[in-house]
């Protein structure tokens, strides 16, 4: 069996480390991958904006499975392009707008009465300064399309909001993904992942975790891609399960089908608890980063099964916690930085922890950082404490200069176990 990976961070990594583990699957190829991958698998240098030509070479060698890592490669629809010449666990570019449009997938939440935060939507800022307005301070703006987690921003003021509104709809800051934005009311309680495989109208649950969104510790600072994330969530108790699965999940499937999109892939569901209840912050129609790395720690079937036979999931989840610590270049999410080498990695594997890679290149046979997150960190154990303890052991072994990472990953977890 042969397998293409696509995208270039920790979560494909991740993805390609756990396919390796399956003797069934002779080759793996990743679009464009990273250093990590390449020890592993075969990197082919094209990524999302070469998406005919990936398709062509899927095509013509003849890969069984194909699974998209990052939301753009489903976005500018591939499982379109490789509709009945290869199996493509992800959705049809329709289908993305869930995750690529945050209007439209509001939308689709209103309708089907799924519970979300009540929010308007603005193609002027004056009208949306002026709902902001109404509804009051903190509020919440989202561009509607993709801006590589860098498109929330929290505001306190007016004074905030306009600079937020100017920047995303009239100095276009994030282009086309900005000139529309949503505005929610700003909901108060603790954030999780909650992740479904669909398959043939069938779901299967995902474990459960918990992302670490702003960049700095107790939660402060911009909101980033992910800074960090463990599983599995204890606030999500069999309680809580229930109530997603029938007042979210339930909706949800019927939703898809009534929609007539066929969905077949991951689907992560952002959620928010407040006062007891669950609430969609967002959509994504793939796995999330860093939520991934955890998550592959801690399944015990091979993928392929789990993605051809989603409800079969249940049997085969690991009872241990996982946890996967984010280390960015130093200017993340601000800007760009220099190309950093990294060192050591090999020293840190040794505590046990496993690393995966994310936009990292190999020159002269040396790991480099060339931007953005580059490692997420991960440990697996029955005691919280010792997987991060772990974590955090290796982190320190690790010669990455500046790096950026969080110290309190995990500490949510304490006050319900």
Not at 346 to 364: P, R, S
Request: hydrophobic residues 40%.
């Amino acid at each position: 069996m042969r397998a293409a990976v696509l995208g270039s961070g920790a979560r494909e990594h991740a993805i390609v480390w756990k396919l390796r583990q399956d003797p069934r699957i002779k080759e793996i190829f990743v679009f464009p991958g990273n250093a990590g991958t390449s020890k592993i698998a075969k990197n082919i240098e094209l990524n999302a904006s070469n998406i005919e030509d990936i398709a062509k070479f899927i095509i013509e060698n003849r890969i069984d499975v194909v699974i998209p890592g990052q939301e753009i490669y489903l976005v500018k629809g591939i499982k379109d392009l490789l509709e009945g010449k290869a199996f493509v666990f992800g959705p049809s570019k329709r289908a993305a707008m869930l995750e690529s449009s945050k209007d439209f997938a509001k939308a689709f939440m209103s309708k089907y009465e799924i519970p979300t935060a009540n929010y308007g939507s603005f193609t002027d800022p004056k009208k949306a300064l002026n709902f902001i307005e109404d509804i009051g301070y903190p509020a919440v703006i989202k561009a509607d399309g993709l801006a590589s987690g860098k498109g929330v921003v929290i505001v306190n003021s007016r004074q905030e909001a306009s600079q937020v509104l100017e920047d995303f709809m009239v100095k276009n800051k994030l282009g086309e993904s900005g000139k529309k934005v949503v505005i929610e009311e700003f909901l108060r309680g603790e954030e999780a992942s909650y992740i479904i495989a669909i398959k043939d109208g069938k779901f299967g649950v995902m474990p459960t975790s918990q992302d670490h969104k702003r960049l700095k510790d107790n939660d402060e600072g911009p909101n980033t891609g992910g800074m960090g994330a463990y599983s599995p969530a204890p606030i999500i108790n069999s309680e809580m399960d229930l109530k997603i699965k029938e007042s979210i999940v339930k909706p949800l499937m019927k939703g898809l089908e009534q929609e007539e999109f066929n969905y077949t892939g991951f689907l992560y569901i952002g959620l928010m608890i407040s006062d007891g209840k669950p609430y969609v912050l967002e959509f994504n129609v793939r796995l999330g980063d860093p939520e991934a790395q955890v998550l592959m720690m801690r399944l015990e079937k091979d993928l392929i099964d789990i993605i051809h036979n989603p409800e079969t999931l249940k049997d085969g989840i690991s009872e241990e916690f996982a946890v996967g610590v984010v280390m960015a270049c130093k200017n993340y999410p601000y800007g760009n930085c220099e190309p950093t080498p990294i060192r050591n990695l090999e020293k840190a594997q040794e505590k046990g922890v496993v690393v995966f890679q994310a936009n990292t290149k190999l020159i002269n046979d040396e790991i480099y950082s060339m931007g953005g997150r580059a490692l997420t960190v991960c440990a697996k154990s029955k005691d919280l404490k010792k997987a991060l303890e772990d974590v955090y052991d290796a982190i320190s072994l690790i010669d990455f200069k500046d790096a950026v990472y969080r110290k309190d990953i995990g500490r949510k977890a304490f006050k319900y176990l």
